[in-house]
């Protein structure tokens, strides 16, 4: 009977050591999460409601084996706001809704012929520019945001840049959270933030959800943005493999995992949510406590649910000054268009090569520069664009052939 006690006791307080560290994770992946439909102007609630029931669906289709969760994608925010001045934000869904599906029929192409097709497609040469434009196409963006009040958006710069360069621990995987709570607290102190919306608002609401509309221009113009998502999947597979010291990609298998995101984002497109992605700093924290046990992302996604049907909570982030958004943004849409330079440099892609210097070359000024094709209703531009030139790029030209030794 004591036996029985002691063994009750002890699973009373690993569950309590679960749910602690569980909430913890959520906020690893608060700040990102949210800072996208602000970006985006939505309700942000809604993507915390989706990449918590997108995390679930991820975990239930990989038979909840991989412990990873998934948020709000960074790399289609460019995209998104581009397909919305368009499309409108519904037709916008529709082809975020497209790029789930395409994510599920990339996955059923790696389970019958491998990574092989997915690497002759998109090979660095391709994916490193790509991710390029996506961080440095809001550059423009991330100053006009800042420049609202530059003493506060250098600030919040400065905070991220000390969190994440000498920062330890899991502080050092949450500089944009962190970032944004020091912007806020001075916002506070500057009388720059109206609190009349949080008093109105209720302590229980819904999220603002968005029904969908089907346009086959916004479809067309999202889905080739997907070619980079679907890279950086494949990656951090293989880092929480390592993490973890399991081959996820091949139990539950890379096809498993695609196909979960996938779902995860053709789900958040049907309630107004942004595409999902699985989050490297939630990796990062994984391997930091060494925790590695799925059901603890489990407990963070409901957590998540939970904080989106929380009113005050969605009402104070729609609160956050713009320049505490700029200046978060002057350091992460840097990050991400360096590590497209990063992708280039560990594929050892050799600029000597006339070639490799034409594919990154266009793509580049492509995808920065603005240019589009169209026909009737149709608009094909920005990243999407740069994306499919630099895959045709790469089919067409002549490789060089290997030089005898």
Do not use: C
């Amino acid at each position: 009977m004591k036996s029985s006690q002691n063994q009750t006791l002890t699973d009373t307080s690993n569950t309590t050591k679960r749910i602690v560290i569980g909430v913890q994770f959520l906020f690893v992946a608060f700040g990102a999460t949210v800072l996208v439909p602000l970006l985006i102007d939505i309700d942000p609630a809604v993507a915390l409601f989706t990449a918590g029931v997108g995390t679930l669906i991820f975990h239930l289709i990989t038979k909840g084996k991989v412990p990873v969760f998934l948020g709000s994608s960074f790399a289609f925010i460019a995209p998104i706001i581009a397909a919305t001045k368009l499309y409108g934000y519904p037709g916008t869904l529709g082809g975020i809704i497209a790029v789930g599906i395409v994510y599920s029929i990339v996955s059923t192409i790696i389970k019958l012929w491998g990574l092989r097709i997915i690497e002759k497609l998109f090979p660095a040469v391709v994916v490193g520019p790509v991710i390029m434009i996506i961080g440095l196409s809001l550059a423009t963006a991330g100053v006009d945001m800042a420049k609202t009040n530059w003493l506060i958006a250098i600030v919040v710069l400065a905070t991220a840049i000390i969190i994440v360069s000498f920062a330890k621990g899991l502080l050092k995987l949450i500089p944009i959270f962190i970032g944004i709570i020091v912007g806020y607290l001075i916002s506070i102190f500057m009388g720059q933030v109206d609190f009349s919306l949080v008093n109105e608002a209720a302590w229980f609401s819904l999220p603002k959800f968005t029904t969908p509309e089907f346009n086959w221009g916004a479809i067309l113009y999202m889905i080739p943005v997907a070619i980079a998502p679907i890279i950086e999947h494949i990656g951090d597979m293989y880092a929480i493999s390592g993490v973890a010291n399991k081959k996820f990609v091949k139990d539950p298998g890379l096809h498993r995992t695609l196909l979960g995101d996938g779902i995860a984002t053709a789900f958040a497109g049907f309630f107004g949510g942004p595409p999902n992605t699985t989050y490297s700093e939630v990796t990062g924290a994984v391997a930091l406590t060494k925790i590695v046990d799925p059901r603890v992302l489990r407990i963070a996604a409901v957590t998540a649910i939970i904080f989106s049907l929380i009113g005050k909570i969605s009402a104070i982030l729609k609160t956050i000054p713009q320049a505490v958004l700029g200046g978060i943004m002057l350091l992460l849409f840097g990050m991400i268009a360096s590590i497209g330079i990063k992708t280039l440099i560990e594929a050892k892609t050799d600029f000597s090569v006339t070639r490799n210097q034409v594919i990154v070359s266009i793509i580049l000024t492509v995808g920065i520069g603005g240019a589009q094709i169209g026909y009737a209703n149709f608009t094909l531009a920005g990243i999407g664009l740069a994306s499919v030139v630099g895959v045709i790029l790469n089919l067409i030209l002549p490789k060089p052939k290997p030089t005898k030794k």
